[in-house]
């Protein structure tokens, strides 16, 4: 009744059979079920996935990074930065930013995965101090992901192999929570300048579809702050020990 539609019509819709509805129906459903910005978004990406006529598909996002984008992050020397796509692949970081996630990086065979390295990898539970708002934060943002892009073959290949190898993820998975994740404060347990409450920002790059920008930051004067001048210069020494064992090697 909210909705003004009948409860036949409500029904088809509940089971997936969206036809060519409307999007004056989709915005009273929206408001009769009262759905956050995250879930009106998704809404209407399902409805469009399934309609009838649908608009032209999305560019497949690239996996690699513009050196325009590399040298933005490059240039963010006192923070930590990283250049990731929709499946939480860390295409690139700055210096910073490899410091900051040494232990993903450490853990790594090839490309950095955030979402593998907070489900599959044990030592997760102690960097991200809490564990449970991590999770379920990344299961409702890829949720979202999906519903932007439900053909993106990739996408559903890293949510086939979470659903298979963690129950945690299953559980999760099947919530259907969605949730945009775009600003916030992230609690991290670092194994050398300890425990940090960063802010971050989450910023789509429009050129490279599927990309985007997340820079890293502390509250001024807080003992996070401390500790990312304390990480910077743990990441200094270890570059000119890196660059010397390079040039010991190549003597």
Known sequence: MLAGVSVDYYTKLERGN????????????????????????HLFHLATA?????????????????????????????????????????????????????????????????????FFNPGARDFFRDWDK???????????????????RGLQDLIGELSTRSQEFSTLWAAHDV????????????????????TFEVMDLPADVGQSLIVYGAEPGSVTEEGLRLLSIWAATNHQQAKADEASLNS
């Open 18 to 41: 969206f036809g060519s509805v409307s999007e004056s129906v989709l915005h009273s459903l929206a408001r009769a079920l009262q759905l956050d910005e995250a879930e009106r978004e």
């Open 50 to 118: 399934t309609a009838t006529i649908r608009p032209g598909g999305r560019r497949a996002a690239p996996q690699t990074v513009r050196q325009a984008v590399q040298r933005v992050v490059d240039g963010l020397t006192d923070a930590p930065a990283f250049v990731r796509n929709n499946r939480r692949d860390l295409l690139a970081a700055n210096t910073m930013g490899r410091a900051l996630y040494s232990e993903l990086y450490a853990d790594a065979d090839g490309v950095v995965n955030t979402v593998r390295y907070l």
């Open 134 to 152: 991590a999770a379920a934060d990344t299961v409702a943002n890829l949720r979202t992901e999906v519903g932007r892009d439900p053909h993106d």
């Open 179 to 198: 949730r945009y994740h775009d600003s916030g404060v992230k609690a991290l347990h670092h194994p050398v300048v300890g425990e940090l409450e960063l």
